[in-house]
């Protein structure tokens, strides 16, 4: 079977807390519907194939690349021989389709592959979830990360996508300058930054809240995935975590358990953790990047990468 | 056990080996005592309840966070309850959890909380400010605490272990090392009370237990660096077990490595890296220290065994091509065999005590090991490797 998905590339105005509006580009799920960051989040059954058709609506080439996925890129050159885009590219004005299959379970980016040190920090991505056999929304049942024998099994899921911004460059590119000294001044979960990190999901360009809730006792998968180009240090203060699974290589197969337990876990450039953790007592557990030079908006603590799980 | 720590949070200065003093912010163990970096080492055991109570008498609040406890409860004057993120009357956020008011501010808190946690788990760990942290942690507000495990006994050889019996983290010496950067912008800014802007971090210095190097390998106590009292020297003797303990208390990653070992990675987070049967631990030559991550390793330096009596099969290169000359002092005793010292070339001064190795110890972000860009420096530190019966009762962490 196939799975169609249709994206848009666009331009669009980020709200970030300090800094106004800040211009990006990112992708959007329907054609009259705003570029958002993260693109929209994408979630695809095992074993699908899945097509992806990009209308490019921004006024440079732009592509997909699915890291960790099971695709066959086609690198572009240029006609001297230089390299010009891990994939090839949606012309602009122009739309392409771009297929994978979805051949095991986890969690994902998909980002842009031309000119990535741009088009990537100026906001070309998104998370795809994709669910193992068996897996059925209506039925909590049913819900794991990985699949029955994995340790898995969740009652609460949020997918937490980590990355920053350099305001300067996001100017500088939008007005068809060359990029400023690089500076980040903006970390981001789920494209926002922390206090508008605890606001619920909206249907705006930053639509999916940083807050995590649940019910003491319940199990919690967090699946924190990093689209942006420093690592961050993760911590969950005052809860033991477990990882479960780093770059959606499940730690616990049949007759094997690799999991092991943290409080703080580094996240590489575009790399994941599945973290699962027990409710504690109801209260207040802050999430936050321990690099605390990313729990600020420009020099202004707190910002940044924070967020709450709040247990009730 | 019940276990009551009493902690000053308070101003001091730090020195840097070349010359230069850092206003710093850090823990003191006594009133009227200067801050020191890191803060006073808190060693427990597991199943012990920890009350740890700060006060403060810095120009602004402050307060503790223990990763890796958990359930910890905050007490200032009203009553325990969880420790919790604070928030103004606004909804802003103020602090990452409960604090310690500064003294006489007219409106507030007292100016000391009670921290009280149940130490559940063996291990490394940190407290750290959870007060405008960004700026508290890296001014010196962190230290380390070492939870023993419950049937600890350093008289018996099975039990005097990181982890616990049967769990294969037994040692017979063991080294804390904490290791942070030192932005000199920052310090002069709180001093002064001037503005800092944190986009603008520049560290200068990198540091293990609040030392540059070479000061990281002088002994405890010195009397010439009062408020850093930790060395960072690893001693030990062929075929013991060495536990050492990282803790990344800065805000940056760093790779750190003992040249010609390979340690095996024990725990991280003071979590055992053990399910039921299946042992997690594993080997690496360069540890990535986390920021606000620990790192327990056990290793063994065994050596080759060769001996004057049984020399080493190959020809030792000749004085004059060894390069130990041109910074005017070596660690080099003169001679390839431990215990045994030798002619060192003239005009050089070796430092070299009775015939013991030494392998550098150092962040391998080689920029880190220079103090305001002087090589060496930084985050640099050695293992010595003394002959065996030589060493007493030096690596035993009290
Ligand atoms: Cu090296």
New binding site residues.
């Given amino acids: 079977m196939t799975v169609n998905i249709n994206l848009w590339a666009k331009t669009g105005s980020l709200s970030l807390p300090g800094a106004g509006t800040v211009p990006f580009w990112g992708f959007a799920g329907a054609a009259a519907g705003p570029a958002q960051l993260p693109g929209p989040l994408l979630e695809v059954p095992q074993g699908e194939n899945v097509e992806i058709s990009l209308t490019n609506d921004l006024t440079f080439g732009v592509s997909l690349v699915f890291p960790g996925q099971d695709f066959i890129p086609q690198p572009v050159k240029n006609p001297d021989g230089a390299f010009v885009s891990y994939n090839l590219e949606t012309a602009p004005g122009g739309s392409l389709i771009y297929s994978l299959t979805a051949s095991r379970p986890g969690i994902f980016l998909y980002e842009s592959g031309t000119a990535p040190e741009k088009q990537i920090q100026m906001g070309l991505y998104g998370a795809m979830v994709v669910r193992p056999p068996g897996f059925d929304p209506g039925n909590p049942a049913t819900w794991t990360a990985y699949g029955p024998g994995t340790g898995t099994e969740f009652d609460v899921e949020k997918i937490l996508v980590i990355s920053e911004v350099d305001t300067a460059i996001h100017q500088a590119l939008a007005s068809g300058d060359d990029p400023a000294a690089y500076n980040l001044d903006y970390f981001l979960i789920n494209g926002r930054s922390f206090p508008d990190t605890l606001n619920p999901d909206d249907s705006g360009t930053q639509p999916y809240s940083g807050k995590i809730t649940a019910n003491s006792g319940q199990r919690v998968l967090l699946r924190i995935i990093n689209a942006g180009f420093m690592n961050h240090n993760i911590r969950l203060q005052g809860i033991d975590i477990k990882v479960a699974a780093g770059d959606s290589r499940p730690l616990i197969t049949p007759g094997l358990d690799k999991s092991y337990l943290k409080h703080t876990v580094t996240i590489g450039s575009g790399q994941s953790y599945d973290i699962l953790f027990t409710a504690p007592a109801a209260g207040n557990y802050i999430l936050y990047d321990r690099n605390l030079n990313c729990c600020v908006n420009g020099n202004n603590f707190p910002g940044g990468i924070l967020t709450m799980v709040g247990i009730i | 056990m019940t276990v009551n720590i009493e902690l000053w949070a308070t101003d001091g200065y730090m020195s840097t080996p070349d010359g230069n003093s850092i206003y710093i912010w850090g823990f003191s163990d006594a009133a009227g005592k200067k801050a020191q970096l890191p803060g006073p080492r808190i060693v427990v055991t597991q199943g012990d309840v920890v009350s740890i109570t700060v006060n403060n008498i810095l120009p602004e609040a402050t307060s503790l966070l223990f990763p890796g406890q958990s359930g910890v409860l905050a007490d200032t004057g009203t009553g325990p309850h969880l420790a919790q993120p604070q928030f103004d009357g606004s909804g802003n956020l103020v602090s990452l959890t409960d604090f310690a008011d500064y003294p006489g501010n007219p409106d507030t808190n007292p100016a000391s909380i009670k921290y009280t946690f149940t130490a559940g788990n063996p291990g490394t760990y940190l407290y750290e400010s959870g007060t405008n942290p960004h700026k508290q942690v890296p001014m010196g507000l962190y230290g380390a605490i070492i939870v023993r495990p419950a049937d600890y006994d350093p008289a018996i050889p099975t039990r005097k272990t990181a982890y616990g019996e049967n769990t294969g983290t037994e040692f017979d010496r063991e080294y804390l090392i904490v290791v942070s950067e030192i932005d000199p912008a920052l310090h002069s800014a709180v001093e002064k009370g001037t503005e800092y802007k944190i986009r603008e971090f520049k560290p200068r210095y990198w540091t293990m237990n609040g030392r540059c190097a070479p000061d990281t390998m002088f002994a405890d106590g010195m009397g010439c660096l009062p408020n850093q009292p930790y060395g960072a020297m690893i001693m030990a003797e062929p075929g013991e077990k060495i536990l050492i303990r990282y803790a990344g208390s800065g805000i940056e990653n760093h790779p750190l490595?003992l040249?010609g070992n390979h340690t095996r990675i024990v725990a991280e987070d003071g979590r055992l890296l053990k399910n039921g049967a299946t042992d997690l631990s594993y080997k690496r030559f360069t540890v990535l220290t986390g920021s606000g991550q620990t790192y327990d390793q056990i290793f063994t330096w065994s050596g080759l065994g060769y001996s004057p009596a049984d020399p080493i099969p190959t020809t030792v290169p000749n004085l004059r091509n060894l390069g130990v000359g041109d910074a005017g002092w070596t660690l080099w005793s003169g001679s390839p065999y431990l215990g045994e010292k030798g002619d060192i070339p003239v005009g050089v001064t070796s430092f070299n005590g009775i015939g013991e190795y030494y392998f550098?110890l150092?962040s391998?972000e080689e920029m880190q090991i220079t103090n305001w860009g002087e090589f060496p420096g930084g985050m640099m530190s050695m293992l010595a490797i003394f002959p065996a019966g030589t060493l007493g009762d030096t690596g035993i962490i009290e």
């Fill in positions: 490595h040249h550098m150092h391998h």
